[in-house]
């Protein structure tokens, strides 16, 4: 029987607050155990948490970035547990009123356009962390208690592995584009659990679901999710029942493992949080959030296409990232051809970044200097040859403009008909059995005189008087 895969994805995303969602402690990666805490976030008693205003910012942001719908007034909640690294014993959550809700994410896949509806977006903190690899005890790190995230649950639209990893990326392209979080998976500032059934192809019912925690990669996603259909298929084909339960993917074994059933499920007694108002998202402050919205991945996208004349795969790539795009935007400016501008960011900065492992934004040749590079190229002042070979290697290492390493180092294009035909006939004399068997018919050896031609010339010769001095002259021998 063929079978059909169904998904939902909860994603958590750790905002890049500089303080805690509920307490002035510092948010800092990497400190000392136990030093970014206070009474707040270790629970002590009588204290009081405040919900941090660009919390609820980032949680806007996101909403209106997703086409979410904004709730005017919602709660929070206490989601009750009993783990070592939860100090309170409860985490503040949001339950039935989470502040955003029905969103979608749209995103291409194979030049389809995609759509995954969001049933919710709300506001939680973090707990600890356990520490069990010193000796043979157990540690407790109360410095990630009480860290802003957001969980975005989205509907089970997803149908495949791709479409999975698709809605993701491009979920990690909003939060890092909209500032409010670094998106990074394998340091777990976007964490994925994957709802996953199958069912018949055709049937308009769903079937019962698993849900895998535990993946720190797109690609442990797809794998995991994979392994999971091909796991709920066999047990469906041989007459079993999928079992509604919680399972941990495993990376070593790549294989999912049960981690609690149904029946062990947690009663998170969810009850509303007595010492946190109510958030009201007055329209002013609606306004002053959309306000500060940089325009969105998608539209800029668009307008790229459209402004810029380049085609949509070019637009995709240049607006992956939002430092990207503002680079490319610059350099098209500057140089004032957008096309090469493309070409230049796609290819030689693209694979520089690459190479150096390194940001656009630390990038060492900024847009100004490419901008007027591909200028040059444009006057005929350079080859685009000279421009790729000499002075973009140049600008990685100096901060020298392109015009000074032009001049300093003799990279001017030669554009004298006299050099260039002077060149160009000794080239022909050099070379008296190619010229043979160019007048016996042998026509593509004219890139061969051409290449030629360059070579003496250092590559500094205008390609196109080359070529139009060379074309008069073996018509006329
Ligand atoms: P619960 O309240 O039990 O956690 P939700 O309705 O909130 O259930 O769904 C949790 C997640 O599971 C959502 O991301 C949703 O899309 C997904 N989900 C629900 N039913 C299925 C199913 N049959 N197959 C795959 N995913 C599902
Ligand atoms: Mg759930
Ligand atoms: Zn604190």
Avoid at 42 to 69: D, F, H, Q
Avoid at 128 to 152: F, M, Q, W
Avoid at 246 to 274: G, I, Q
């Amino acid at each position: 029987m063929e079978y059909e895969l169904v998904v939902g994805l909860e994603v958590h995303c750790q905002l890049n607050t500089t303080t805690k969602a509920f307490c002035g402690c510092s948010t800092e990666f990497g400190a000392p155990a136990n030093t970014n805490v206070c009474p707040i976030c270790l629970a002590m008693p009588g204290s009081l948490p405040v919900l941090n205003k660009r919390v609820l910012e980032s949680a806007i942001k996101l909403g209106l970035a997703t086409n979410s719908k904004i709730r005017k007034r919602s709660t929070f909640a206490r989601k009750n547990y009993f783990y070592p690294d939860l100090p309170k014993g409860y985490q503040i959550s949001q339950f039935e009123d989470p502040i955003c809700y029905d969103g979608r994410v749209e995103f291409e896949l194979d030049g389809k356009p995609m759509s995954v509806r969001l049933i919710r977006i709300h506001i939680e903190e973090d707990a600890g962390k356990s520490i069990h690899d010193i000796g043979t005890e157990t540690y407790i790190d109360a410095n990630r208690c009480g860290v802003p995230l957001l969980e975005i649950v989205s509907h089970p639209d997803i149908r495949s592995t791709k479409e999975a990893s698709a809605y993701l990326q491009k979920l990690r392209q909003i939060v890092r584009w909209i500032g409010i979080s670094d998106g990074n998976m394998e340091e777990g500032s976007l964490r994925c659990d994957a709802n996953v059934s199958i069912r018949p192809k055709g049937s308009e019912t769903f079937g019962t679901r698993t849900e895998i925690k535990n993946m720190n990669s797109f690609k442990n996603v797809e794998n995991a999710i994979l392994y999971e259909a091909e796991r709920q298929k066999q047990v469906l084909e041989s007459g079993g029942k999928i079992v509604q339960e919680t399972r941990l993917w495993d990376v070593d074994k790549l294989e999912t493992r049960p981690m609690r059933s149904k029946e062990e499920a947690h009663d998170y007694r969810y009850f509303p949080e007595p010492d946190l108002v109510a958030i009201e998202a007055t329209e002013e402050f609606l306004a002053h959030i959309k306000a500060e919205l940089p325009e969105l991945p998608e539209v800029r996208r668009a307008r790229f296409e459209r402004d810029y004349k380049i085609p949509a795969y070019d637009a995709g790539v240049l607006t992956a990232d939002r430092d990207l795009a503002d680079y490319y935007e610059d350099v098209a400016r500057v140089s004032g051809n957008a096309k090469a501008a493309s070409n230049w960011v796609m290819g030689d900065v693209l694979r520089t970044l690459k190479e150096k492992m390194i940001d656009v934004k630390n990038f060492p040749i900024d847009a100004k200097r490419l901008g007027e590079t591909i200028a040059l190229v444009d006057k005929g002042v350079i080859s685009n040859d000279i421009a790729k070979k000499q002075v973009f290697p140049a600008m990685m290492e100096s901060s020298d403009a392109p015009s000074s390493i032009v001049e300093s180092r003799g990279l001017a294009q030669v554009s004298d008909m006299g050099a260039i035909e002077q060149v160009v006939n000794e080239i022909l004399s050099l070379n008296p059995s190619q010229l043979n068997s160019y007048k016996a018919g042998k026509k593509n050896l004219f890139g061969f005189f051409v290449g030629e031609a360059m070579k003496q010339m250092k590559g500094k010769a205008n390609p196109q008087l080359i070529n139009d001095i060379l074309k008069r002259k073996l018509e006329t021998i």
